[in-house]
């Protein structure tokens, strides 16, 4: 039989990287933690991340590598518990990584690894986890030394009780793959206690494509090219991905984050490179070859196919080329524009922008200015890292911050 009142120092809504983090360290400190997650599985999308094998964090942290109304926020969190704090953790639990490129470190087995460790962490402080728990009616109340009280079911059991604590910390992520039990229930608590919100919006995400280059993108679907984006001054060098729907790849994960509805991107599909000037030098050395091979050499022969359907005859050799020709040739390639119509959405999306504003929260205790107790941590505030697994050691970091308060 369930008591129908339970007590806990610290609850923590949400047993994703940011709650397990949290809980863990705060019950380190000796405080009695309660995790509380709607999910029947902790840590889904630790599970789901870097491809099976989450990339869990990365050797150039800096701030600059994440969006927020205010660039400012991150810098305290992430000096105070930073990637090396991280991997010390990772290297006392035994688990094998390897650096994937750009600093990005990748388990050498799988993402369980980091779950498991979490887990085990949070057992060995003694942390309660309580999995298909659904939560509402959050109240604060005045005077009270356990200041929040809220309702709390196990779906499965159907088992109601009452939760009582100190501090509240809320660890509930962003909206993108609701399949995987995200919700925009943190952005619900904020605004209850009158905290300012910015709309949440995909981020790290595939663009869709609706015009000629869709057909294109199509026509071109599992090819991929190293490629410098461009969109409202922000620059990536990486991989772009054709597919069936639009874009995808690395690049255009990255660039997805700076995008909004209208605007540009900008692609050199061939970076480093001068093809104007390359394109004379060759004329000259190999006048016979043709315009379809030399591109092919450069890319691959499905994708000069593809690019040059319509613009040249098949049998075009570079000889047949004039000055514009070459000129329009090498400027399309370096500068391909593309208008999507829109982004896959939460559907595939890595994260979501926006959240609970900062400037609501301590940057030091990610606790809240105007309601003592309450805290917000992990993908939920307006923090969103670039691809590379800046993602999760903004969880870590934030997590910590607030742990060392709760
Ligand atoms: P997280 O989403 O981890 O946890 C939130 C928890 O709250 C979940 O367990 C959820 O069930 C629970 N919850 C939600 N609503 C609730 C409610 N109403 N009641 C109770 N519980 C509720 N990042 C990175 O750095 N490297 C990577 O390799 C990847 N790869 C990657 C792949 C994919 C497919 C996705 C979708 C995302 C990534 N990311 C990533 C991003 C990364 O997963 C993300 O930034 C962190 O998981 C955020 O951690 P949080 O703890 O804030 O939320």
């Known amino acids: 039989m369930t008591e129908m009142l339970q007590k806990f120092d610290v609850t923590v809504i949400g047993a994703g990287a940011a709650g397990l983090m949290c809980a863990a360290q705060a019950a380190a400190r000796g405080r009695r933690v309660l995790v509380l997650d709607h999910a029947n599985k902790a840590g889904k999308k630790i599970l789901m991340s870097g491809g099976g094998r989450c990339n869990f964090t990365n050797y150039y942290v800096a701030p600059d590598k994440y969006l927020s109304h205010n660039p400012h926020f991150c810098k305290s969190a992430l000096n105070r518990y930073t990637q090396w704090d991280f991997i010390g953790l990772v290297d006392s639990h035994?688990?094998?990584?390897?650096?994937?490129k750009d600093g990005q470190l990748f388990c050498d087995n799988k993402a369980s690894d980091i779950l498991n460790m979490l887990l085990a962490e949070c057992e060995q402080q003694g942390v309660e986890i309580r999995l298909d728990t659904a939560v509402s009616g959050i109240r604060s109340l005045d005077g009270d030394l356990y200041r929040y009280l809220f309702d709390a079911v196990n779906t499965r059991a159907g088992e109601q009780y009452q939760v009582q604590c100190?501090?509240?910390?809320?660890?509930?992520?962003?909206?993108?793959?609701?399949?995987?039990?995200?919700?925009?229930?943190?952005?619900?608590?904020?605004?209850?206690?009158?905290?300012k919100v910015y709309?949440?919006?995909?981020?790290?995400?595939p663009f869709t494509l609706t015009d000629h280059n869709k057909t294109l993108s199509a026509?071109?679907?599992g090819t991929s090219l190293p490629v410098e984006v461009e969109c409202n001054q922000q620059f990536f060098a990486d991989d772009l991905l054709f597919t069936h729907r639009g874009l995808s790849g690395p690049a255009v994960l990255q660039i997805s984050s700076y995008w909004k509805?209208?605007?540009?991107?900008?692609?050199?599909?061939?970076?480093?490179?001068?093809?104007?000037?390359?394109?004379?030098?060759q004329q000259h050395s190999r006048p016979k070859v043709r315009l379809k091979n030399w591109l092919a050499e450069l890319t691959t022969q499905k994708f000069a196919e593809h690019w040059l359907d319509g613009k040249f005859r098949e049998e075009t050799i570079l000889a047949d080329l004039s000055g514009a020709d070459m000129d329009a040739l090498a400027n399309g390639l370096h500068q391909w524009r593309v208008k999507p119509a829109g982004t896959e959405g939460y559907r595939?999306?890595?994260?979501?922008?926006?959240?609970?504003?900062?400037d609501e929260v301590s940057s030091k205790t990610m606790?809240?200015?105007?309601?003592?107790?309450?805290?917000?941590?992990?993908?939920v505030l307006d923090v969103t890292g670039h691809l590379g697994g800046f993602n999760f050691q903004w969880a870590w970091s934030s997590a910590v911050a607030a742990a060392e308060y709760v």
Do not use: M, N, W
């Open 261 to 281: 509805d209208g605007d540009s991107v900008t692609f050199d599909l061939l970076p480093g490179k001068d093809l104007a000037a390359e394109l004379r030098q």
């Open 367 to 379: 606790e809240c200015k105007t309601q003592p107790g309450l805290f917000f941590i992990g993908e």
């Open 166 to 195: 100190e501090s509240l910390v809320i660890a509930t992520g962003g909206p993108s793959i609701p399949t995987l039990g995200a919700t925009g229930f943190g952005y619900d608590i904020a605004r209850q206690f009158g905290l």
């Open 199 to 205: 709309a949440p919006r995909a981020g790290l995400v």
């Open 219 to 221: 026509a071109l679907s």
């Open 348 to 358: 595939t999306a890595e994260v979501a922008l926006g959240g609970v504003d900062t």
């Open 94 to 100: 035994g688990i094998g990584y390897h650096e994937k």
